[in-house]
C-alpha cells in the first residue's frame, strides 16, 4: 500500500475490458508448487480475490502447506495474529483480534480460514503507518538492523532503474497530482514495504511460503521478488498479477485477467483536495 490511496486500486480505476473468469487460468492451475509463491491483487476486486484464493485452496487441498505472509497484517502485530491462531475457531475471531480498520477483511476470510483449518503459519508482513512514516522522514534503511542494510546493500543507491519504475507507479497511482516533496518519501516507503516481505518471507524458510500482497509488491521486476534474487537467487519464485486488463510487460511471471470492478472515479478524492 502506499501512504494515501493504494496505487493498484487508482491505476485500476482507468482499465477496461477484461471477461470475468469463473476459475484460475489452467497454467496458474498446472504450475508446480515454488518455495515462494506471490499472490497479487488489485485490493477492492471481488473477482480476484475469489480466483486468488481458489488457486490457494486447490494447492492446499493437494497437500501443499506453506506459511501465507499477508501485507494485511502490520509486522508488529505478530505477537496477535500467533495468538488468535492459537486461540480462533474461524477467521472472524482472527479479523476481530488483529485487524485494523485499512482492509476490507471480508475479502480475506477464506484465506484467513483456510489458513486456520489447515494450521498454516500466518505471517505479518507490512510495516505500520508509524513505521513508514519513519521511512519517508529518515530514509529507506531507517527501519532496518545492520545486517539487513547489508545483506540488501541499502548503504548504496537503489538501482536507478527500480527507483523510477517505482516513481512513475507512485506518481501515475495517485492521478499524477502527488507534490513533488512528497515523491521521494513515498518511493522509499515502498521499496522498504517490499524488503520487508522479502526479508520476513527468508525468515521462513526452510518452509514455502505464499504472499498476499498488492500488485505492486508482488512484482518480479521492482517489488518484492526482485528484492528477493538480489539475497537468495537459488529460491524458486513464482509471481502471479492479478490485473484488470493490464499487460503483462515483465512484471509477473503469470497473470490472472479480472473483469474491472466497479468503482467510483478513484481520482475523485485527490482532485477535490487540489
Not at 528484492?227 to 537467487?233: I, T
Request: proline share 5%.
Amino acid at each position: 500500500m502506499t501512504l494515501a490511496l493504494p496505487a493498484a486500486v487508482l491505476l485500476a480505476g482507468c482499465a477496461s475490458g477484461g471477461k470475468p473468469a469463473s476459475a484460475p487460468a489452467a497454467d496458474l492451475l498446472e504450475a508446480k508448487n515454488p518455495q515462494v509463491l506471490l499472490l497479487g491483487e488489485v485490493h477492492d476486486n471481488v473477482q480476484g480475490h475469489k480466483l486468488r484464493y481458489e488457486l490457494l485452496r486447490q494447492r492446499v487441498e493437494a497437500g501443499w502447506r506453506p506459511a501465507i505472509v499477508m501485507e494485511q497484517f502490520d509486522r508488529e502485530d505478530q505477537d496477535l495474529v500467533d495468538k488468535a491462531q492459537k486461540g480462533c475457531a474461524d477467521a472472524q475471531c482472527v479479523i476481530q483480534v488483529v485487524a485494523g480498520a485499512r482492509w476490507d477483511w471480508q475479502l480475506y476470510y477464506p484465506v484467513i480460514q483456510l489458513a486456520l483449518t489447515y494450521h498454516l503459519p500466518l505471517v505479518a508482513g507490512n510495516l505500520s503507518r508509524a513505521d513508514a512514516s519513519r521511512v519517508v522522514r529518515d530514509g529507506v534503511k531507517a527501519t532496518f538492523d545492520p545486517q539487513s542494510i547489508k545483506d540488501y546493500k541499502l548503504d548504496a543507491p537503489v538501482p536507478a532503474a527500480v527507483r523510477n519504475a517505482q516513481q512513475q507507479e507512485i506518481v501515475t497511482g495517485h492521478c499524477n497530482m502527488l507534490p513533488e516533496m512528497m515523491v521521494g518519501g513515498m518511493i522509499d516507503a515502498q521499496m522498504s514495504r517490499d524488503i520487508w516481505m522479502a526479508k520476513i518471507i527468508r525468515d521462513q524458510q526452510p518452509k514455502d511460503v505464499v504472499l498476499i500482497a498488492g500488485n505492486g509488491h508482488v512484482r518480479k521486476d521492482i517489488g518484492v521478488g526482485y528484492w528477493l534474487k538480489q539475497v537468495a537467487p537459488a529460491l524458486t519464485m513464482r509471481s502471479v498479477g492479478f490485473v484488470e486488463s493490464r499487460d503483462n510487460g515483465g512484471r509477473y511471471d503469470s497473470i490472472q485477467t479480472l473483469a474491472p470492478q466497479q468503482r467510483d472515479d478513484p481520482c475523485k478524492q485527490l482532485k477535490k483536495g487540489k
